[in-house]
C-alpha cells in the first residue's frame, strides 16, 4: 500500500465515508507503521481544530451586526475566518475533494433530533448556521452540539432510537452516512445507550486521545483534552489508543483510560465494587481548575477556573464571569447514600456565596441529573481564608423537575464549587464523601 493510498483511507475515515474492508486495512496499516500512525494522529488534530475554528465563526459575525465593537473586536473575527480558510485549505491540499461527504452535507436529511435540553448551549449545522434556542423534538442534520455551562444538559436520539445523553461543558459533532454513525468528542461527559448496530456500518465515537467501535451497548465515557475513560455496563466497546494504536476490549462492568501519554497503563479493568466513601485524590480526579502540585509541608491544591456564562435556552444576556472547579471519582464507582453528606476543604478571599453541587448516574448507567444549591461561606478572621463545609444530600435540590426528587442510590460522576462574578481566589483542598456512623 503506497502513500497515496494511505492518505485516501485516512481521507475516508475522517469524512465518514470509509468502508468496513477499507476500516480493516487502515487498522491493520496502523498497527503496524509507526509513521502512518503519526500521521493518522496530526490529521486528528488538524480535523478537531479546523471544527473548532469552524464552529466559532457564526458566532463571531453575527457580533458584527452590533454597533461599538472596537477594531481589536473586528481583528478577532478577521483572523477567526482566516483560520478557518487556512485550515480548509490545508485539509484540501492534503486530501482533496470528496464528493460524497459533500453530498451527504447538503442533503440536509435529519439524522436525529434533540429528545431533552436544558441550559445553555448551541447547535451549529453542517452549513454553518448557529441556533441558540434548541426545543425539544428538532429533527438535527449533521452537526456540533456546544453544551456551555455545568447546569445544561440535552439528550440526542438518532433515528433508530440509539440516545446520547451530554452534560455541559461538552461538544461533540454527530454525523450518520454510509459508514454508519459517528460521534466526534471534543470535551464532556456523556452517557450512550445504542441499539444493535450492523456489523457493517458500527457506530464510530472519536475523541482526542481515543476511538471507539460499537454496535450495540450502554456505557458512559469522559472525554479531556489528554485523556478519555470509558465504562461499559452492557454489552462490550473496541477502544483504539490513538496514541500508538494500542486497542482493548472492554467489556461489561469494566473500564479503561485511553491517554495520550503512552507511558500511562491502557488495560481494561473491572470497575471494582461501589463504594459508599470517597476523598478526591489530585491531580487524578481533577475534571476543571488549575492544579498546583504541592511539597511535603504544602499539599496540593485545585484552584477554579475562570470561564464565562452568557445566557439560557437562547436568551441572550451580559457575559457573567465564574470561577469553577470540578472534580470527580476515577476509582471505581461512589455510590450516594440516604444518610450521606460532603465535606468541601477550601480557602477564599473572603465571606462569598459559593455554588456547590454535583451530577449523577444511575448506578447501571445512564444519565441521571443534576443537583445543586447556595450557601454562603463564612471565613474566620486569623484562618488566612481556609474553610471546612460540611453539606447534606438530601439539601440539595434537583435542577430539573425531570431528575429524580433525591440522587440517593445514584452513581456520583462529578462535584463542582464556583464562585459567580467575582474572583475571590477560590481554592480546593479535598472534597469527601461521608455516611453516618
Known sequence: MNEDQNRELIQRYFFGTISESEMGKLDERLKKDATLRTEFFAAARLDTNLRDAASSVPRLEAELERPRRSSRYQTTVGLASAAVMLLSMVLFFIFGPDKSDQAN??????????????????????????????QEGRSLTGGTLEIRSLNSWAEIVFLDGSSVWASGPAA?????????????????????????????????????????????????LSAGSSSTSFTVNEGSVRVTRLADGSVQEVAANHRVIAALEQESEFKALPRGDSTYLWKSSFPLDVRQGHWLAGDRDNPGLLKAEAHLFQGDRGIQIAPIL????????TDGPVILSDKARFRIRGRLDHSFKVSVGFGTHFSRGGFAGKYSLERTIEIDAGEDGRFDLELALEKFPRKNKRFPASPSGHELVWFWVQTVKEDLGLEIFSVELLVAE
Open 105 to 134: 452535507s447538503e442533503s440536509h436529511i435529519p439524522i436525529a433530533s434533540i429528545s431533552k435540553v436544558s441550559g445553555s448551549m448551541v447547535w451549529i449545522g453542517d452549513g454553518g448556521e448557529a441556533d441558540e434556542n434548541l
Open 322 to 329: 465564574l470561577h469553577t472547579a470540578v472534580v470527580g471519582p
Open 172 to 220: 461533540l459533532t454527530i454525523s450518520d452516512g454510509e459508514a454508519g454513525k459517528m460521534i466526534r468528542v471534543r470535551e464532556g461527559n456523556l452517557s450512550l445507550d445504542v441499539t444493535p448496530q450492523p456489523s457493517s456500518r458500527p457506530l464510530r465515537l472519536i475523541t482526542p486521545s481515543a476511538e471507539a467501535v460499537v454496535l450495540g451497548t450502554q456505557f458512559n
